[in-house]
């Protein structure tokens, strides 16, 4: 039996092409807001992140109403380090709606999400966006998605899915360029015709999959997910089971029912199949768990999650520094919020070591983390970090495998060479070579995960601003060899104190400075870069001694360059495996983990 009335579908795009826009704009449309209403852009990136970043970090839920039917729709991030998002909400859903920069045209993570899309079988609407964009090239772009989607697999039904322009910052669809613009219509019409209603029987015994969690500090653990078949009631008594999980078989009760209804749940007595609802009130769910009528104990399958290619050790700060900014700073602390992040981000791992005071925390790549880190910052922790490493594994043969990326980069064509040239170093396979939009070069690399740290901000110097990079996991394949991570050394704070003009301005012939005068420094501190590969000693503490002679302005004269301020991204990417960063909610620093000078260089020695 079908559910007419009902539509459930996922927004998945590459990065930047507008989704969540988008999404706001089906709100504003649907009249879920009064007219008088102040709404903020992009009102569904709810994290302080995702909105000065302008990335998606978590998919949310929201629905909105559209002549009498119920369209629940799904935001999803559109960033390859959270593809675990991605992967697992789409089987909440019946159809996609895939949007396409009108001028960029499909890009690699277009292709990620589609392909999790075919492999499900899901319908699908193509929306062209931001097709008011100078150098928007939409008929060209039907004809990249097509091709596309044949390059997938794609049957009969998914090649015939209807094709929108839209330009969502704009607020209005058309079915034809030639139309005129008026309202997001004829993306909302297209919805009702290219996705399918969902299907179920409702009489059989209750069935939900359990797709995302969210977590509140009142009720815990919130179960969001799709009822299969049947209907679901509060203080209905149901188990709770696992596919990849036999063991796990719970008596539990349902407490509270929630659906969606724009930006806000509403609580509900009973739900029946095709909704997507949330659960509160089980303490344990899991993302993959099924809650089910003990007349049918037979849970869903649901794919597993990607695993982790990159980890950092997280640790209790134990530099002269130590707890002066942090309100959080215990092993205690760092190990709670840890655990806490588990309840929602299922891509993260995190494990015990031998220490303590650390804890090695997995994720899907350096954005992925790094997130994490900035979060924990703003919430008052205090710890330190160390480099990102690769995971590696070993095949039944014993020989030893890493991660790989496939690199798509689009550059202007004088830059092409020097970006070739910096990731063959770094391992780099040159796969593909071609011309993009505009006097552009699209080039395409296999290069293990390793290869592409620290290489960011080198990829933005070399291409002056202008070049593309886009990544998608790969898989595993031979170990590559040994590589160099940095070419700089590090000039290192030689003493406790305060940073002077005087010691600044002798410092800073030595390479580049990352602080500025009347700053606390202290031992074994990374306080610049040098020109050349050896690691460089100074006193920024040291003051001009006083002398009968001295004139009175002679100070005058001290010029110091403005120091280069890092982000917490360009410090992760610049630290090296000798080295932490020291994370505080008012400054991060670059350390050596040895802070004394006699010590390090006896472990140098050793090692």
Known sequence: ??????????????????????????????????????????????????????????????????????????????????????????????????????????????????????????????????????????????????????????????????????????????????????????????????????????????????????????????????????????NEECLLMNAHDLSKKERIRISKLYIFDGLRKEEIKTADFGNIVAVSGISDVQIGDTILSPLDPEPIPFQKISEPTISMNFMVNDSPLAGTEGKYVTSRHIRDRLMRELNTDVSLRVEETESTDCFKVSGRGELHLSVLIENMRREGFEFAVSKPEVIFRFDERGRKMEPMEQVFVDVPEEFAGTVIQKLAVRKGELTSMGNGAQGYTRLEFLIPSRGLIGYRNDFMTDTKGNGIMNTIFDGYDLYKGDMNYRHQGSIIAFETGESITYGLFNAQERGTLFIGAGERVYQGEVIGETGHAEDVEVNVCKTKKLTNTRASGSDDALHLVAPKIMSLEQAMDFIDTDELLEITPKHIRIRKKILDPRLRKRASFQK
Do not use: W
């Not at 859903?93 to 920069?101: A, K």
């Open 1 to 234: 039996m079908k559910k007419e009335n009902i539509r459930n579908v996922a927004i998945v795009a590459h990065v930047d092409h507008g989704k969540t826009t988008l999404v706001d704009c089906l709100l504003r449309q649907s009249g879920i807001f009064r007219e008088n209403q102040e709404v903020m852009d992009r009102v569904m990136d709810s994290n302080a992140i995702e909105r000065e970043r302008g990335i998606t970090i978590l998919s949310k839920n929201t629905a909105v109403t559209y002549k009498d039917t119920k369209i629940n729709i799904i935001d999803t991030p559109g960033h390859a380090d959270f593809g675990g998002e991605v992967e697992r909400v789409l089987k909440m859903v019946n159809g996609i709606i895939l949007v396409v920069d009108a001028f960029e045209g499909p890009m690699p993570q277009t292709r990620f999400v589609l392909r999790k899309a075919l492999e499900l079988d899901l319908s699908l609407v193509v929306c062209v966006n931001k097709i008011d964009r100078p150098g928007a090239r939409p008929e060209e772009v039907v004809d990249e998605v097509l091709e596309l989607l044949m390059d997938l697999g794609a049957n009969e039904k998914q090649l015939d899915a209807p094709f929108v322009f839209a330009s969502a910052k704009g607020g209005y669809a058309l079915e034809n360029l030639e139309d005129e613009p008026k309202s997001m219509q004829p993306l909302f019409e297209a919805i009702l015709s290219g996705i399918p209603a969902p299907e179920g029987d409702p009489d059989a015994p209750v069935k939900l999959l359990i797709s995302t969690i969210d977590y509140n500090e009142y009720v815990g653990r919130i179960g969001v997910g799709r009822i299969e078949n049947g209907s679901l009631s509060v």
